[in-house]
């Protein structure tokens, strides 16, 4: 009872604090326009880790279709303040002064002491935060990498340490909701925690992370049938059928992502990358 209130008051305080919508006009060509002016650097050095896909069933939608994700390769840890600081020394056009503002919201780096300087007493290998999912877009971009989708990287959070789907485990969906009930979670250094059954490090325990196409799925569009444009990445949707109703820790997910827009930032969201591969055994 008292996971289940908490879990309807922290719904409760996403949805009603959710920002405005500001006045944004955007379109694909705008986006493709900034992104194409990318600077690549190599300072990244983080291991990617192979996940040889399979069937699942996805959170939503219908209950009888399985969604095949096809194998990809994903870091096996979220991107560091050191790397994201990285990367706009590479690429100024992404620092907190001179990014175009349709590009992120005003608390965009918030806590950096500079263009080029992080947050006071801020670890380097803590994941960075207060990224838009443009920002995050831009430095996969500029690594040869992309997002992962939000399948790939559902996919990926089925597994514990021991089986790659536990989610039929009464103990997984509680274990993730301890995780995202701790406080300051995201100041911590990445990989101080367990990997999973692949190998990947910090799925629950540190942050939110984006998504390729992180709300396509309670809008009208389909993301595994690459059917979403640009205005679903700022509107989304009502929620259509849940496949697990009981699975609190995704309803959160969920909500969150539903809950927000590509230009937003916020405290405690980042992201990792993710990447195509043709090895399939």
Not at 173 to 187: P, V
Request: charged share 25%; hydrophobic share 40%; with cysteine.
């Amino acid at each position: 009872m008292y996971r289940l209130l908490t879990f309807c008051l922290i719904m409760f305080f996403v949805f009603s604090c959710t920002k405005s919508a500001e006045n944004i006009e955007t379109n694909s060509e705008n986006v493709h326009a900034h992104n194409t002016e990318i600077n690549s650097f190599s300072s990244t050095d983080v291991k990617m880790v192979y996940i040889k896909g399979g069937l699942y069933k996805p959170f939503y939608g219908s209950d009888t279709i399985l969604v095949d994700v096809k194998p990809f390769l994903i870091d096996e840890r979220p991107v560091t303040n050191a790397e994201f600081l990285a990367f706009v020394k590479a690429n100024p056009q992404w620092q907190r002064s001179s990014v175009k503002k349709i590009f992120v919201d005003a608390a965009y780096l918030k806590d950096w002491k500079s263009d080029t300087e992080l947050p006071l007493n801020a670890d380097p290998e803590a994941p960075v935060c207060f990224v838009s999912w443009f920002a995050a877009k831009a430095f996969a971009k500029s690594i040869g990498k992309r997002l992962p989708t939000l399948d790939e990287w559902e996919f990926v959070a089925m597994a514990d340490t021991d089986t790659p789907n536990a989610r039929n485990k009464p103990s997984y969906s509680d274990a993730i909701l301890d995780l995202y009930l701790e406080k300051d979670r995201q100041y911590k250094k990445v990989k101080q925690s367990k990997p999973n059954y692949w190998g990947v490090y910090n799925v629950f325990d540190l942050i939110w992370e984006w998504t390729d196409d992180f709300n396509s799925a309670l809008t009208t569009g389909d993301s595994r049938a690459g059917e979403y444009d640009d205005k679903g990445l700022f509107c989304a949707g009502g929620a259509t059928s849940a496949t697990d109703v009981l699975n609190y820790a995704a309803y959160m997910r969920y909500s969150m992502r539903t809950a927000i827009k590509a230009n937003y930032t916020i405290a405690n969201l980042g992201f990792r990358c993710a990447k195509d591969t043709l090895i399939t055994n």
